[in-house]
């Protein structure tokens, strides 16, 4: 990672060198750069909000943005370092049973909310009271606690907490990074879902200022804060939609940061005034972007055939190409920066020959001379969905239509709306499509690929079905030694990329620029930016003019 | 009299009917529905009981006939039910921003109609003369040019470039401090660059309908006739000719309406201006029913009353419609 951020630094120094010889070197900036170097309290960071929240009530939301909010108020239980370890959180420490049933969680006794209550063990099972019940509709956060024995979740005493399940599950303990405590007393009064939507009321270093829909949040800083004090006294999130929009705004200095589409932050980065202002940050997220091969189509059903239909990515072109450099190719559903990622395996090659080959070993042949492979007079035809409003997907469509015209392959490039993509998708009405995941700190994969987590159960929507994957999925949530977990995760890693049910194409980089007046900027493995601890609590600002 | 207008607000109402089931069955048909745009964000495993307990709480579940007369029901209490996705009163966010869109649509058509009208008037009176001319190709070069391209350059240009007026939003960050005047500099401030957006196209629509209004009445005998009489040329134009002028543009006011409460979705999303136009766009973009519905009301509505406040003028406006009116 550190790589990145050191190449532009060396770009910006030999352009700088070759075009600002006239400007002398100002000693001022030196001045700057040594009072930057420590840390300074103060100051008011400007963020940008790519879509409103959903909510401000912690437990209902919905989108990675509605949780770089609420991390701000809220503290979960327990929080990821930048390597992505556990690390404490609003519990300072806990035990887990050797069952792996029961957790024990003891919490910060000098935890507050910013109304100034303490934080007590009955908080939090008031909230996983509140997670698990249906009424309540916490859609997203609900599906981490399903196993959860509510009876046997009980407060011990005022700072301990035992929280029990009926199933021992591996990737439960992350799942505690997602219960962000609610006070009881504030948040039982009312109507839970619509009441809290616009207040907020946390044990997190920040306290509400006000909510203006689609326009504005902004917090301030706890003088009480039980925890370490961040350095920034305020932040200020302002809803900005559109990309453009934002990147003239940081380019102004409206706000401190945004993240940038590929393409324009590939053309922008060399622009050697803005890099006097901005920098130019990338990290690999958990997230990659695959084809979805519908294997109840009995055109798909084979994995040679999938196979061979992933030779004809020119991944390489796509890497190149669209993303300038900017993306990496990934060998199968765990990305390298997880722990259950499997380097041994290798990555498909490009190879149009040998796609052909593979083709007509499994009979199909261009008999009727129409440019397209056919067998039992059917042509080797299929759908290939997108969804709206992406250039990037239009792109790489356009070129995999074109490889595998030279393979023989017909595919017809649909573009739907998001919403009735996956309508088709998880209905199983489709071929293939061109999709991306966001996945979570834990690998488990099992709504993802455990053969009874078709829809409308889980999200296996290309109906993979694998005796092996299904032993190998349960056997690695079950596991609680992290050194067995790995070796059996790493197996499943191969398995998968053997059977091929996605053919993974790309993980792009995530594009960001801050404004040089931030300091502090860290990313971390995996979560780039933000949501680790400190993140962007632990940035702050130079006395410099934005 | 009245009972035209009686007539006239009868049809409305049935043609308003006629609206709400037409999009009723258009917004159910399309596919998906709120379930699956919360599956569809999501990367992890959603629960299920929970979302059931959301179809059910959204009377999603039930047969669509049930569903639309439940939500007639409601509408007609102005109850227009609980957006899926923010969980907020759908009446309540509408009220927050057809204000917003309101104002922003009102002063680029009365900009727009303030230099188009003047122009397409003088334009019909000397047609083929150079401002004749000139002013179409450059209103017609106006009405080509998309919109989020001209958005961009005007914010490159005044807001980047220059710094002179700010990039998004409605107010600045200390409005609320500011006095009476000072917040009125500060909302004109952010009106100049959408309001540009807004109204650059519409220069022409205004233009031409007022050049051929006129131009159709001042070719007319009356006319001829009072120049004859000895009538100066503003007289002519302005008292004869423009009056007779009105009818069709009582059309064009009937047509511009429906677009002050509509609000568009690509001006409102450059500039971040928190009007109908971006509501819409999302609340079709993740199957929000009740805050689609309740927007189409809005806007059926503006468009139902603007004809037949139309309809009302002609005849106020024409005898010869009111007329027609009684013979039936």
Known sequence: ?546 | MYAYIVRRLLYALLTFLGITVATFALIHSVPGDPITFYTGISGSNLSTPVLEAIRRENHLDEPLVQQYFRWLGDAATLDFGRSIIDRRPVRERMLQKVPNTLLLNLIAFGLAAAIGIPIGVWSARRPGRLLDRGSAVIFFLLYSLPAFWVALLLMQFFSVRLGLLPLYGMTADDHAQLGAIGRLADRAKYLVLPVLTLAYAQLAIFARFSRAAVSDVIRQDFITAARARGAGEGKVLWQHAGRNALLPMITLLGLTVPYLVSGSVIVEEIFQWDGIGLLYFESIRTRDYPTAMGLTVLTAVATLFASVAADVLYSFADPRVRLEGRRR
């Open chain 1, 1 to 546: 990672m550190n790589r990145w951020i050191a190449l532009p630094a060396i770009v910006f120094l030999l352009l700088g060198g070759g075009c600002r010889q006239r400007e002398q070197p100002s000693t001022s900036t030196a001045v700057l750069a040594q009072d930057d170097s420590q840390p300074r309290a103060g100051g008011t960071l400007y963020r940008r909000l790519q879509s409103d929240v959903s909510s401000l009530n912690p437990i209902l939301t919905l989108s990675r943005y509605d949780r770089m909010v609420v991390q701000y108020l809220f503290t979960p239980l327990i929080q990821f370092d930048e390597n992505l370890k556990p690390i404490e959180g609003l519990a300072s420490a806990w035990d887990i049973s050797p069952d792996g049933r029961r957790y024990t969680f003891h919490l910060n006794p000098r935890a507050t909310f910013s109304d100034g209550q303490p934080v007590r063990a009955s908080d939090v099972v008031f909230t996983l009271g509140k997670i698990v019940d249906p009424s309540a509709e916490a859609v997203q956060i609900a599906s981490g606690f399903e196993q959860i024995d509510m009876t046997q979740t009980k407060a011990i005493d005022d700072k301990t907490v035992v929280v029990s399940f009926r199933e021992a599950l591996a990737s439960q303990f992350t799942q505690f990074n997602n219960l962000l405590v609610l006070p009881e007393h504030v948040y039982a009064k009312g109507d839970f879902r619509k009441d809290f939507n616009d207040t907020a009321v946390g044990s997190g270093p920040y306290k509400l200022v006000r909510r203006v829909p689609s326009s504005e949040i902004v917090m301030q800083v706890r003088d009480d804060y039980w925890g370490t004090t961040p350095y920034i006294a305020a932040v200020v999130f302002k809803v900005i939609l559109s990309d453009a929009t934002a990147w003239n705004a940081v380019k102004r200095g409206d706000i401190d940061e945004t993240s940038v589409p590929s393409d324009v932050w590939m053309r922008e980065q060399n622009d050697t005034s803005l890099k006097k202002k901005l920098d130019f940050l990338r990290y690999y997220g958990l997230a990659y972007n695959y084809i979805a091969w519908n294997s109840r189509k009995p055109l798909l059903a084979d994995k040679r055939m999938r196979r061979a239909l992933a030779m004809c990515l020119d991944i390489r072109s796509i890497i190149g190409g669209l993303y300038g450099g900017s993306a990496r190719a990934i060998n199968g559903h765990f990305t390298p920066d997880q722990w259950a990622y499997n380097q041994g395996v290798p990555i498909i090659e490009y190879d149009i020959d040998g796609a052909k080959k593979a083709l007509t070993s499994l009979g199909w042949f261009d008999r009727d001379g129409d440019g397209i492979l056919d067998r039992n007079g059917k042509p080797l035809r299929f759908e290939f969905i997108i969804m709206s409003g992406s250039a990037q997907a239009q792109s790489v469509a356009q070129l995999y239509q074109a490889s595998l015209k030279q393979a023989g392959v017909a595919i017809d490039i649909a573009v739907l709306d998001f919403t009735s993509a996956f309508q088709r998708i998880l209905a199983g009405n489709y071929d293939a499509s061109y999709l991306s995941w966001d996945l979570e700190p834990d690998p488990d994969p099992y709504p993802l690929f455990h053969s009874s987590q078709t829809p409308p159960r889980g999200q296996n929507f290309v109906f993979y079905a694998s005796k092996d994957a299904d032993r190998l999925i349960e056997q690695g949530r079950r596991e609680l030694d992290p050194s067995k977990r790995t070796v059996i995760y790493q197996e499943l890693h191969a398995l998968l990329a053997d059977d091929q049910p996605y053919a993974w194409v790309t993980q792009p980089s995530e594009k960001w620029v801050v404004n040089r007046r931030v300091k502090g900027v860290k990313m971390a493995k995996g979560l780039g930016l933000f949501l680790w601890h400190p993140a962007e609590t632990g940035w702050w600002l130079s006395n410099a003019p934005r």
